[in-house]
């Protein structure tokens, strides 16, 4: 079952998951010694299980997820960006996940609205945003506590490629 889990979180964001600005990430640090993609991994992870396990659109979750903090500069290098970074990263990660693929509209409003409360005049529209707003601030405590060192992350996207390019090897028919 956990095998299966991994299969169909990869094959909601096989597309992503290698392009240049998802693994532009790596290199931005987020909480503790955990890197932006690690902690977007981690989100994504826990959204998609969250909302598959409630009936959700777990597609949209995993996506949002991933994408929730795209806003690629390192918040602590001062002139990186402009305006207070818990206020302003969700939209600057809405655009660059906007110009990266075609977002749906669950899509957006989880990026535009994971802050909240912090950004208290834009509240929820869907329950998947709600799902991923609360499994980001669950992912942000556990890293900034250790809880969860970033090799398990790694190991974690690691398994899920694994499961999903043998489900597809599965999928294809023989030659
Ligand atoms: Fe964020
Ligand atoms: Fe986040």
């Known amino acids: ?29 987020q909480h ?10 981690f989100v994504a992870y826990l959204s998609f299980r969250i909302c598959r396990r409630l009936g959700w659109d777990y597609r949209a979750a995993a996506r949002g997820g991933l994408l929730h903090d795209l806003f690629l500069y390192d918040w602590r ?10 206020f302003t990263h969700p939209r600057a990660a809405l655009e660059n996940a906007s110009q ?12 535009l609205k ?4 912090l950004t208290p005049f834009s509240f929820y ?8 707003s609360c499994a980001d601030k669950i992912c942000a405590f556990a890293e900034a506590f250790h809880i969860f060192h970033r090799m398990y992350f790694d190991h974690r996207l ?9 489900a597809r090897r599965k999928a294809m028919p023989a030659l």
Not at 77 to 86: F, Q
Not at 100 to 111: A, G, N, Q, W
Not at 114 to 117: D, E, F, G, I, K
Not at 125 to 132: D, M, N, P
């Open 1 to 29: 079952m956990q095998y299966a889990n991994y299969a169909a979180f990869h094959s909601c964001i096989a597309d992503l998951i290698d392009t240049p600005e998802v693994q532009a990430m790596c290199d931005i640090p």
């Open 32 to 41: 503790a010694d955990i890197s932006c993609f690690g902690h977007s991994v």
């Open 77 to 86: 290098v001062k002139g990186s960006h402009t305006g207070p970074h818990g």
């Open 100 to 111: 990266l693929c075609e977002l749906t509209d669950v899509e957006k409003d989880i990026i």
């Open 114 to 117: 994971h802050m909240w409360p």
């Open 125 to 132: 529209r869907y329950k998947e945003s709600l799902a991923v």
């Open 158 to 166: 690691g398994l899920c490629q694994r499961a999903y390019l043998r």
